[in-house]
């Protein structure tokens, strides 16, 4: 338990120290005027409390991707933690932070404006598509989680579909109304069920003393498949959500227009990451004791199967073998509920990004309908998929963790190129995202089931990863030098 109490404290010191660095090097201004203050519509522009941005941020970025990611990391052994902690810190934090800021300051602008305003119009097309097609991806996936967890815990033997249709109906509702309306309301509910269930699991570790891996004791590959599943860079696609998710920067915009002043984006953005890297945390150590403790590991493998199971099945796992009935449905209740709120955020992103794209007012109802109707359509067709194939769930999972890990470091090349070209210390981003670019670029080459590793040793699928991070920083390099010179509007 060292190394978790140890990595739970290196967490908090990240927040309170790291980032007064970056919020430094950003130069907050606290009289700068927001973009809720300067033209509120009631929709989306609504001036919030403090407390309800930081409260929908962490919710909204803190989806199943800590708890089932998490989960899945744990396999891999104590090497989980180091990622979960300084990815957490130096990677995730920094890449909300910087890009939530960014948003803010350029009038709550959407992820692929950012994108477009630093890396190029090219960049900006293709991602305002790829970014869509990740919200549509995470709709999907946020709604098959909750609806399999509430049917298996529930209501055993319904129609599965049934809570696929309630969960779908609250999210084209949360879509199409005013963010203070429903979020901004409900919301608090759904954070004392996540926090009940972090409690719940730090109360289990104090309750029976489980012996958790400590790093100084090793950190060798402990996967049940360690051949096929090398560390790097499995386990950084894995654990999805808990050190770095280029999903949460689709997020910031949302509270980048509901923020009333600057000096709320460290705590709201970087604040957010921390907190969701001590949820990821707090499951990772859990399902570690229970798949590498001789005892508990026969509860972790599929008697039918025998294959060891993954994020959902454990979270069941986990809650049924340490507490009574009413703990664990707290428990379960959390991870629906962290499902369901970035599930509903997700697609109402997706609404703003393409209402962005098409200069579409969104303050009448009529015109939110028509651009949610459309992608609310399409999150339909590969839902179904995920339900009806046996394996469409773990195939959408998939391209889901490296398509948010890819759009995570896109968006740290962008915040590398805003902080380069205001003679900032840019290498605060320069090294996650060469870091980000060397994890995704090498997953397509090695991983066996999701890419080419099938047919390319290892050591060729690690060369031309490494391949692709080289060009895409002499990319950034020459790009950055001629901006530099050529666009001096950038630097305001």
């Known amino acids: 338990m060292t190394t978790f109490c140890i990595a739970v404290v290196l967490l908090i010191l990240g927040y309170l120290i790291y980032s007064k660095v970056i919020e430094r090097i950003v130069e907050v201004d606290s009289s700068r005027p927001t973009p809720a203050v300067v033209h509120p519509d009631g929709v989306d522009f609504v001036p919030l409390k403090p407390w309800r941005v930081f409260l929908i941020q962490f919710l909204n970025i803190a989806g199943v991707g800590p708890i089932c990611g998490a989960i899945m990391g744990a396999q891999f052994g104590s090497a989980s933690f180091l990622w979960i902690v300084f990815g957490s810190i130096f990677a995730g934090a920094v890449h909300d932070f910087v890009s939530g800021y960014i948003s803010l300051r350029r009038d709550g602008a959407s992820l692929p404006e950012i994108h477009g305003a630093y890396l190029g119009d090219r960049v900006k097309q293709f991602m305002r598509l790829f970014t869509v097609l990740l919200m549509v991806l995470v709709g999907a996936v946020f709604v098959n989680t909750p609806a399999v967890l509430l049917n298996a815990n529930f209501t055993p033997g319904w129609n599965i579909f049934i809570w696929v249709a309630v969960i779908f109906a609250y999210y084209l509702v949360a879509t199409l109304l005013p963010i203070d309306k429903l979020i901004g309301r409900i919301y608090p509910v759904f954070g004392f069920l996540l926090l009940g269930m972090a409690v719940a699991i730090v109360v289990a570790f104090v309750v029976y003393r489980p012996e958790l891996p400590e790093v100084w004791e090793g950190l060798e590959n402990r996967h049940p498949d360690a051949a096929h599943n090398p560390i790097f860079p499995m386990m950084f696609i ?123 007012d969104q303050k009448p109802i009529r015109n939110r309908l028509l651009v949610a109707g459309a992608i609310f359509a399409v999150t339909a067709g590969v839902l179904v998929y995920s339900l009806l194939d046996a394996k469409g769930f773990d195939v959408i999972w998939r391209y889901f963790a490296w398509s948010n890990q890819l759009l995570a470091a896109v968006t740290l090349w962008a915040v590398t190129m805003y902080l380069y070209l205001r003679h900032k210390p840019y290498i605060i981003a320069l090294v996650p995202a060469i870091f980000m670019t060397m994890v995704t670029g090498c997953f397509l080459f090695v991983a066996e089931k999701e890419g080419l590793g099938a047919i390319l040793p290892h050591s060729v699928g690690y060369a031309i990863g490494g391949l692709i991070t080289v060009l895409a920083i002499a990319l950034f390099f020459r790009a950055a030098r001629r901006l530099d010179k050529k666009n001096d509007t950038a630097r305001q």
């Not at 998710?245 to 709201?268: D, I, Y």
């Not at 008697?303 to 664990?328: D, E, K, Q, S, Y």
Request: contains cysteine; glycine residues 8%; aromatic residues 8%.
């Open 238 to 360: 894995s654990i999805a959500c808990g050190a770095i998710s280029g999903f949460h920067a689709t997020q910031s915009p949302l509270m980048a227009r509901c923020m009333t002043n600057e000096k709320q984006a460290r705590p709201v953005f970087y604040g957010s990451m921390i907190t969701e890297g001590i949820v990821a945390l707090i499951w990772a150590a859990a399902a570690t004791i229970f798949y590498h403790d001789p005892q508990l590991q026969p509860l972790t493998v599929n008697p039918a199967t025998g294959a060891t199971l993954g994020g959902n099945a454990m979270v069941g796992v986990i809650t049924n073998a340490w507490f009574p009935r009413a703990v664990a449905v707290v428990c379960v209740l959390g991870v629906i509920s962290a499902a369901v709120t970035s599930g509903d955020t997700a697609l109402r992103s997706a609404r703003l990004i393409v209402a962005d794209f098409l200069h579409f």
